[in-house]
């Protein structure tokens, strides 16, 4: 097998001697290779190249002229300004499909998803040499991406091998959707630099506005919410709101954060009041899930502390620390404080600072400016 990624011939090779019978397509839809999130890219390269022809002036107000440094050159005092004001740009009557809309979206793949035993998995690993070891010392994980959770992992009895193989499916995952952020916060920066915007340029502008729940187009709040999220908080809140995907919301709706919905698919808590209308929210495949986590701390209102505390890392030039950062998540869960403390106490139990430099490795030039 090639070492930066599955070939779907080789892995249906090796599940038929293996004695599964998968089709290719079905392959398909389990492994993902960020090859199709190159394609994507390039895809939306040759639309914007299409309009940008026509430029579209648009007149920069003071704010712009503000935003378009880097956020570590903007005053102290505006910067107080800015974290002061953000959340008070947010209707908290916005619908929960208005923001999670290119969520739904991206969930809407086929149902039919082949679920890898565990054993499988973990062979398909070790024949790639993709292994928590090597990512600890060298920081390059490989774009290796499951759309389902395997049942077997609630049957893995010795806890380290169960913990590791969990973070052996999701830091992939974790790692995308912070690429993600981090293309358009690149793209967002360049935009703000210019005088004069294409059309594309201001439609892409006004669709991340609502994907950040920003209704008025207030480009300070924009710039706090769209960033990423440290990938060691992350991998301790999937480990502690899935007992490291062994939970019924996991296995049964690919939920690896326990979000809950009041209008959406979801399943019903077992211990919930017979009146109780919200539901932890489902997903077809595991990235979704991801990406509707991203998108709640980006834009929540009990998450603003978390977006401050964040923004002022950045400010002063800082790595964002999990340890400074979680201590934000109280409004996370009903338990408050003592919620910030397990997960605090399972990033430093397991390591997981470790991951926070990881690189996803890419499939392409154009990815490399990413790492």
């Not at 992350?234 to 690919?254: D, H, L, P, V, Y």
């Amino acid at each position: 097998m090639k070492k930066n990624k599955f070939s779907i011939l080789e892995i249906k090779k090796y599940l038929k001697k293996k004695g599964f019978s998968v089709s290719k397509q079905k392959i398909k839809n389990e492994v993902i290779g960020l090859d199709v999130l190159s394609k994507t890219f390039l895809a939306s390269l040759i639309i914007i190249s299409i309009f940008f022809i026509t430029p579209l002036t648009i007149d920069l107000t003071e704010e712009k002229k503000i935003l378009s440094k880097n956020y570590e050159d903007i005053s102290k005092q505006n910067q107080k300004k800015i974290l002061k004001n953000q959340d008070l740009k947010l209707d908290d009557g916005l619908d929960e499909k208005f923001l999670f809309e290119d969520v739904l979206t991206f969930d809407e793949q086929p149902k039919d998803s082949v679920r890898l035993s565990a054993a499988t998995i973990e062979e398909l690993f070790k024949s790639t040499d993709y292994n928590l070891e090597d990512i600890r010392k060298n920081k390059l994980v490989k774009p290796i991406s499951l759309t389902i959770l395997p049942s077997e992992i609630t049957k893995i009895e010795n806890t380290k091998k169960r913990k590791d193989f969990f973070i052996q499916i999701i830091l992939p995952l974790i790692l995308a959707e912070n690429n993600n952020i981090k293309s358009d916060r690149n793209k967002l920066f360049s935009v703000l630099k210019k005088s004069k915007n294409t059309k594309a340029e201001q439609g892409w502008l006004n669709s991340k506005f609502k994907q950040y729940g920003v209704v008025n187009k207030d480009l300070s709040t924009l710039k706090i919410r769209m960033d990423e999220v440290p990938v060691s908080m992350a991998i301790a809140q999937a480990a502690k709101e899935t007992g490291w995907g062994t939970s019924r919301f996991a296995q049964e709706g690919n939920a690896l954060f326990g979000q809950w919905t009041w209008s959406g698919e979801g399943i019903k808590p077992s211990g919930a009041d017979d009146d109780s209308t919200h539901k932890v929210m489902k997903f077809n495949v595991l990235q979704a899930s991801v990406k509707a986590y991203q998108r709640n701390l980006n834009t929540h209102s009990s998450y603003k502390n978390f977006r401050g505390a964040r923004a002022e890392l950045r400010g002063n030039g800082k790595k964002l620390d999990s340890m400074i950062l979680s201590k934000y998540l109280d409004k996370y869960a009903e338990t408050g404080k003592q919620y910030v403390k397990i997960l605090q106490q399972i990033i430093e139990q397991n390591n997981l600072i470790d991951f926070d430099d990881a690189k996803l490795m890419p499939l392409s030039i154009e990815l490399n400016s990413l790492i």
